[in-house]
């Protein structure tokens, strides 16, 4: 290494300022360049050039360009190295200000000074600027190279302006200038930033057809533009094109194609990706196990999920917190709190903590297994583990209790603060009640007085309910009538709770309204619906309307709905009627043990016998 007392020309500091920036030894380069300035030698503008090359810092680039500036005359050279520092860390607003100087210093920069600032005008994401570069090499009668054409191509991609990059992509001819793989690459980046899976295979179609060589950032980036739109079974077929071929897929490759299963839902897909991962000795990563136990999460595969999370933690391969708030959701979906408070457990074991959505799902899981305790455990350990509980868990832990509403009202009073003005805590306050038998409570909740909240569909759901179960028939009338006044959509379930207050008063031409009420408001009854106006003109003994609700209900049909049939029937002595009933549920094949219904007919059929013999004596 060339020390300061032995180099005596321009032309050996350069060099040996050169060989230290290659060996990354920018320190001792800009000593040497201090000891330069002060042997006063000429030829300061390739040693600046050289430690402006070295340094790979921009602030320190520039430093060093106006330095030479104030004691020789700067040209494009040291520019160009000043403007590519800038550009290697993608700090584009100081290549700007450099560019402007150069203008300012009379130097004219050349196409290798414009791509830089192009180049880094990209990596910052300001794709116009990178774009009006373009603009500015015609007009200073510059032509622009396959680099320069690239360069904006990956800008207008970054800006998810694929239509733009093609246009370019296309318009390369016209320059006389060939495509090649760093043109595609960079129309492709456009695709996959705006998830064209369909054209991006038809870009690496044309790739191969060109006899181009594919390298493994092309063949990723098809695959990772297919993994964003979800198309799993494209992203399989490339990967395993890949896999035939040359180049050989990486740990990249196989991420991304797991992530396309898993977007998808296709959890045999990605352990199998996980497997061959494995045989093909790439390691497995964070990113390809957390995908694959989303997926078994999406796929509610429960034990592979949380095999794969127990394997990752002797691999020592933390999942991230997606995989487990993603694992958690789908316990609560699947109604298995178990596996969710598990997966906290798991957490802990590794020394991480579960996050706010983490332990909201959890919560959620509880609730929908009507797991109280466990959900306002967790609801305690969030303040503990100084999570700030938010509306969602907070209704999650309140809905859990609706097996034991004093609990469900002692922690609406207890997060009240937290709660300013939620409609969904009092509403599940006042489900807890009302499943309660407290309907007193219910309807306080429900009507939101306690905070002067105005009353949903969901408040008014909750309170018809309540008095329908106490068979306080005129106020769950009164209630309906008063959600209709204040112009809420009363659903299936409303209707189906005020049909059951009407079947409590015995009012049939009620609940027949009702059901014609929920087809105007373009509801769909369901089979509960149906069962439960049917029960009503049959308890009525209003036969005629029975048999004739039952030749229109269509879809809406059970062994329910033909044992009410046969019932009334037999009420009003229509054994004939009965018989087309059963032959009626026969033919429609409803899935369900129709043998009660036929010994109903068949018990109705012999009394219709006695009676007719009793009459011939």
């Not at 009668?141 to 800006?159: D, F, K, M, Q």
Request: charge should be neutral; hydrophobic fraction near 45%; charged fraction near 15%.
């Amino acid at each position: 290494m060339c020390s300061g007392s032995s180099v005596s020309d321009a032309k050996t500091y350069t060099r040996s300022i050169q060989q230290l920036g290659k060996q990354l030894e920018w320190q001792k380069s800009l000593k040497l360049l201090r000891e330069f300035r002060q042997s006063r030698c000429d030829g300061a503008v390739h040693a600046y050039s050289a430690g402006i090359t070295a340094t790979g810092d921009w602030l320190r680039a520039v430093e060093l360009l106006n330095d030479l500036q104030n004691i020789s005359q700067a040209n494009v050279v040291t520019f160009s190295s000043a403007i590519s520092a800038c550009e290697r860390i993608s700090a584009w607003q100081p290549v700007l200000l450099l560019l402007g100087q150069a203008e300012d210093a009379f130097v004219e920069a050349d196409v290798i000074v414009f791509n830089a600032v192009a180049s880094a005008c990209q990596k910052g994401s300001d794709w116009k600027r990178a774009a009006q570069l373009m603009d500015v090499l015609f007009r200073q009668a510059l032509e622009p190279t396959i680099v320069s054409h690239s360069t904006v191509i990956s800008a207008w991609g970054r800006a998810s302006r694929w239509q733009v990059a093609l246009r370019l992509l296309r318009a390369l001819p016209l320059f006389d200038l060939q495509v090649n793989r760093v043109a595609y690459g960079a129309t492709l980046s456009a695709c996959e930033a705006s998830s064209n899976w369909q054209l991006a295979l038809e870009l690496f179609a044309e790739v191969r057809s060109k006899s181009l060589r594919v390298n493994l950032i092309i063949a990723n980036t098809v695959i990772s533009s297919c993994e964003k739109a979800a198309e799993w079974e494209a992203a399989l077929l490339l990967l395993s094109t890949l896999t035939l071929t040359q180049p050989q897929p990486d740990e990249i490759s196989f991420n991304s194609a797991i992530s396309a299963c898993e977007k998808a839902g296709q959890w045999h897909w990605a352990l199998e990706l996980l497997n061959q991962l494995d045989r093909n000795r790439l390691q497995a990563s964070v990113v390809s196990c957390s995908a694959a136990a989303s997926a078994c999460a999406k796929g509610t595969a429960w034990l592979q999920a949380m095999f794969l999370i127990s394997s990752s933690q002797k691999s020592k391969i933390q999942l991230d917190m997606i995989a487990y708030t993603a694992l958690a959701s789908a316990c609560a979906q699947g109604y298995s709190w178990q596996t969710a408070v598990c997966l906290v457990a798991d957490l802990r074991q590794s020394h991480a903590h579960a996050d706010l959505v983490t332990c909201n799902a959890v919560i959620t899981a509880c609730a929908e297994g009507r797991r109280w305790l466990t959900a306002t455990t967790m609801l305690r350990n969030c303040q503990t583990e100084q999570l700030r509980s938010d509306e969602v868990s907070i209704c999650a832990a309140i809905t859990a209790c609706q097996q034991e509403w004093p609990a469900a009202v002692h922690l609406l009073s207890l997060f009240r603060s937290s709660l300013p003005g939620s409609r969904v805590a009092f509403n599940a306050a006042g489900a807890a009640c009302e499943k309660g038998s407290s309907w007193q409570l219910a309807l306080l909740f429900a009507e939101g007085r306690l905070q002067r909240l105005t009353p949903d569909a969901v408040s008014y759901n909750v309170a018809i309910s309540a008095c329908q179960k106490e068979e306080l028939w005129q106020w769950a009338m009164l209630l309906l009538h008063e959600l209709w006044d204040s112009r809420l959509r009363a659903s299936v379930i409303t209707y189906s709770v005020a049909i059951g207050a009407a079947h409590t008063a015995g009012r049939w031409a009620w609940a027949l309204h009702f059901l014609q009420r929920l087809g105007r408001d373009g509801e769909a009854p369901n089979v509960i619906t149906f069962n439960a106006v049917l029960s009503t003109c049959a308890g009525q003994h209003r036969w005629q309307r029975t048999l004739s609700l039952l030749s229109c209900c269509g879809p809406c049909e059970d062994v329910v709905t033909h044992a009410t049939a046969v019932a009334a029937c037999e009420v009003g002595l229509r054994y004939s009627d009965a018989a087309s009933v059963l032959s009626r549920l026969e033919s429609a094949g409803v899935a369900a043990n129709h043998r009660a219904v036929g010994q109903r007919v068949s018990s109705m059929m012999f009394r219709k016998s006695v009676a007719r013999i009793s009459e011939t004596k």
